[in-house]
Protein backbone atom coordinates (compact mmCIF):
# COMPACT_ATOMS: atom_id res chain seq x y z
CA UNK A 1 0.00 0.00 0.00
CA UNK A 2 1.27 3.34 -0.74
CA UNK A 3 1.78 5.88 1.46
CA UNK A 4 0.03 9.38 0.97
CA UNK A 5 2.27 12.54 0.25
CA UNK A 6 2.96 14.66 3.11
CA UNK A 7 0.89 17.95 3.13
CA UNK A 8 3.92 19.76 2.96
CA UNK A 9 4.83 18.52 -0.53
CA UNK A 10 1.82 19.61 -1.68
CA UNK A 11 1.73 23.10 -0.49
CA UNK A 12 5.49 23.97 -1.72
CA UNK A 13 4.38 22.78 -4.87
CA UNK A 14 1.87 25.62 -4.76
CA UNK A 15 4.02 27.94 -3.33
CA UNK A 16 7.14 27.71 -4.43
CA UNK A 17 10.43 29.04 -2.12
CA UNK A 18 9.78 32.48 -0.48
CA UNK A 19 13.10 33.61 -1.07
CA UNK A 20 12.48 34.27 -5.13
CA UNK A 21 9.23 36.26 -3.89
CA UNK A 22 9.65 40.05 -2.48
CA UNK A 23 9.92 40.26 1.29
CA UNK A 24 7.52 42.82 2.96
CA UNK A 25 10.23 43.97 5.02
CA UNK A 26 12.03 45.46 2.22
CA UNK A 27 9.13 47.97 1.07
CA UNK A 28 8.47 48.95 3.78
CA UNK A 29 9.09 52.96 5.53
CA UNK A 30 13.05 52.46 5.73
CA UNK A 31 12.73 52.30 1.35
CA UNK A 32 10.90 55.65 1.13
CA UNK A 33 13.37 58.79 1.57
CA UNK A 34 12.69 62.09 2.17
CA UNK A 35 12.59 64.64 -0.29
CA UNK A 36 16.07 67.11 0.76
CA UNK A 37 15.38 70.64 1.36
CA UNK A 38 17.07 71.38 -2.23
CA UNK A 39 13.98 69.02 -3.95
CA UNK A 40 10.95 70.01 -2.16
CA UNK A 41 9.62 72.69 -5.38
CA UNK A 42 10.90 69.95 -7.29
CA UNK A 43 8.45 67.63 -5.67
CA UNK A 44 5.94 70.23 -5.08
CA UNK A 45 6.06 70.75 -8.63
CA UNK A 46 5.28 67.04 -9.49
CA UNK A 47 2.63 66.56 -7.46
CA UNK A 48 0.90 70.00 -9.10
CA UNK A 49 1.65 68.25 -12.64
CA UNK A 50 -0.02 65.04 -11.67
CA UNK A 51 -2.94 66.69 -9.85
CA UNK A 52 -3.57 68.80 -13.03
CA UNK A 53 -3.41 66.03 -14.91
CA UNK A 54 -5.49 63.79 -13.21
CA UNK A 55 -8.19 66.71 -12.55
CA UNK A 56 -8.11 66.81 -16.20
CA UNK A 57 -8.32 63.15 -17.16
CA UNK A 58 -11.65 62.93 -14.22
CA UNK A 59 -13.28 65.24 -16.24
CA UNK A 60 -13.60 63.31 -19.63
CA UNK A 61 -13.90 60.06 -17.70
CA UNK A 62 -16.91 61.59 -15.65
CA UNK A 63 -18.64 62.64 -18.70
CA UNK A 64 -17.93 59.39 -20.35
CA UNK A 65 -19.62 57.54 -17.48
CA UNK A 66 -22.37 59.69 -17.33
CA UNK A 67 -23.38 59.35 -20.85
CA UNK A 68 -23.38 55.74 -20.27
CA UNK A 69 -25.40 56.27 -17.15
CA UNK A 70 -23.44 55.16 -14.89
CA UNK A 71 -24.27 57.28 -12.11
CA UNK A 72 -22.42 55.28 -8.99
CA UNK A 73 -19.30 55.53 -11.23
CA UNK A 74 -19.71 59.15 -12.58
CA UNK A 75 -19.91 60.15 -8.39
CA UNK A 76 -16.97 58.53 -7.60
CA UNK A 77 -14.46 60.11 -10.83
CA UNK A 78 -16.58 63.59 -9.60
CA UNK A 79 -15.15 62.86 -6.18
CA UNK A 80 -11.54 62.18 -7.54
CA UNK A 81 -11.65 65.79 -9.91
CA UNK A 82 -12.72 67.53 -6.61
CA UNK A 83 -9.75 65.91 -4.39
CA UNK A 84 -7.26 66.64 -7.56
CA UNK A 85 -8.44 70.56 -7.60
CA UNK A 86 -8.05 70.45 -4.07
CA UNK A 87 -4.41 69.22 -4.30
CA UNK A 88 -3.78 71.11 -7.04
CA UNK A 89 -4.47 74.61 -5.53
CA UNK A 90 -2.65 73.46 -2.43
CA UNK A 91 0.30 73.06 -4.32
CA UNK A 92 -0.49 75.95 -6.63
CA UNK A 93 -0.25 77.97 -2.89
CA UNK A 94 2.75 76.17 -1.62
CA UNK A 95 4.72 77.19 -5.01
CA UNK A 96 3.68 81.15 -4.30
CA UNK A 97 0.99 80.64 -7.56
CA UNK A 98 -1.47 82.32 -5.40
CA UNK A 99 -2.65 84.77 -7.44
CA UNK A 100 -3.44 82.99 -10.32
CA UNK A 101 -4.89 78.88 -8.62
CA UNK A 102 -6.61 78.33 -11.96
CA UNK A 103 -3.08 78.65 -13.98
CA UNK A 104 -2.60 75.06 -13.96
CA UNK A 105 -6.11 74.20 -15.42
Not at 50 to 57: P, S
Not at 67 to 79: G, I, R, W
Amino acid sequence: MRKAAPRRIKEDKIYPDDSRLPQAARFGRRAVTLPGPHSTDALVRMQLEVAAYIEEISIELGAMARAAQLSSLAYFVDMTRLEAAINRRTCQLQLGDASNPEAAT
